[in-house]
């Protein structure tokens, strides 16, 4: 039985793979068998953080790469595939919360836009990142994304978990860094905002984050923001076991 190709720029659609048909993640080839062991390692992590079932990452030597194989003794469920798929897209080595940045016209100036074979090159003191879809579909639009973030994952901790949606929260320092920026530069009166983009490596989502910030008009200790359920779960289980790199299935032959 032939192995299930499927390109990394897809839409994420979903299929049945077979006990037959594990799923090839594959690195570049100059990585270190110790990165592609910590990457397995932290696939597994993030595979039992989902509670996906019988499935195992191993390092595999096929057609003369390296790979991270994710296998089970019985068929992958369409739900399961698609996950997988997401958490190979990912690093996890920087999830962060940011204002979308505008380039003064100074730095449009100097700013050359990224293309999908091209890298461009970002106004001094910037980044770019790429936007992907809600569904985690990447599509070709730009932005550009200042550092440091005004809060990375490890400020951010789960406060509640339903069906439809997770409660995370910031850590004080961070949510008067949050409180701060807002009051600088809008109406002090704001008691929530919803201007922030959560960025992860060299991704982001175009959903803006809305933060609570204040409760009548005092600063709450711990500012807090939702997200999806689904969505949550996969950005909780990525950022909180990061791997030395992203990993994608091989090209189609």
């Known amino acids: 039985m032939k192995p299930i190709l499927v390109p990394l720029l897809a839409s994420l659609v979903c299929v049945t793979v077979h006990a037959a048909d594990p799923i090839l993640l594959e690195a570049p080839a100059e990585t270190k068998k110790a990165d592609l062991d910590a990457c397995a390692a932290m696939m597994n992590?993030?595979?039992a953080a989902?509670?996906?079932?019988?499935?195992?990452?191993?390092?595999?030597?096929?057609?003369?790469?390296?790979?991270?194989?994710?296998?089970?003794?019985?068929?992958?469920?369409?739900?399961?595939?698609?996950?997988?798929?997401?958490?190979?897209?990912f690093a996890g080595k920087a999830g962060g919360v940011?204002?979308?940045?505008?380039?003064?016209?100074?730095?449009?100036?100097?700013?050359?836009?990224?293309?999908?074979?091209?890298?461009?090159?970002?106004?001094k003191?910037?980044?770019?990142?790429?936007?992907?879809?809600?569904?985690?579909?990447?599509?070709?639009?730009?932005?550009?994304?200042?550092?440091?973030?005004?809060?990375?994952?490890?400020?951010?901790?789960?406060?509640?978990?339903?069906?439809?949606?997770?409660?995370?929260q910031f850590a004080p320092a961070a949510s008067k860094r949050l409180v701060a920026e807002v009051d600088k530069n809008f109406d002090a009166a704001h008691s929530s905002y919803s201007g922030f983009c959560f960025t992860v490596d060299d991704k982001g989502f175009p959903d803006q984050i809305e933060v609570h910030l204040k409760?009548?008009?005092?600063?709450?200790?711990?500012?807090?923001?939702?997200?999806?359920?689904?969505?949550?779960a996969l950005m909780e289980a990525i950022l909180r076991n990061p791997m030395p790199l992203s990993l994608k299935p091989p090209a189609a032959r």
């Open 45 to 47: 992590k993030r595979i």
């Open 215 to 232: 409760t009548q008009q005092v600063p709450l200790k711990n500012a807090e923001f939702t997200m999806p359920a689904e969505q949550a």
């Open 125 to 168: 003191g910037f980044q770019f990142f790429r936007m992907m879809r809600p569904d985690f579909a990447v599509f070709d639009e730009f932005r550009v994304r200042n550092d440091p973030p005004f809060a990375t994952w490890s400020d951010v901790s789960v406060k509640t978990r339903a069906a439809d949606k997770w409660t995370f």
């Open 98 to 123: 940011r204002f979308p940045h505008v380039n003064t016209k100074e730095e449009e100036a100097e700013c050359e836009w990224p293309t999908l074979t091209t890298p461009g090159k970002p106004p």
């Open 50 to 89: 989902l509670a996906l079932k019988d499935l195992k990452a191993t390092v595999v030597q096929k057609d003369g790469k390296s790979s991270v194989e994710v296998a089970s003794p019985r068929d992958v469920a369409d739900d399961a595939f698609k996950k997988i798929r997401i958490l190979a897209l």
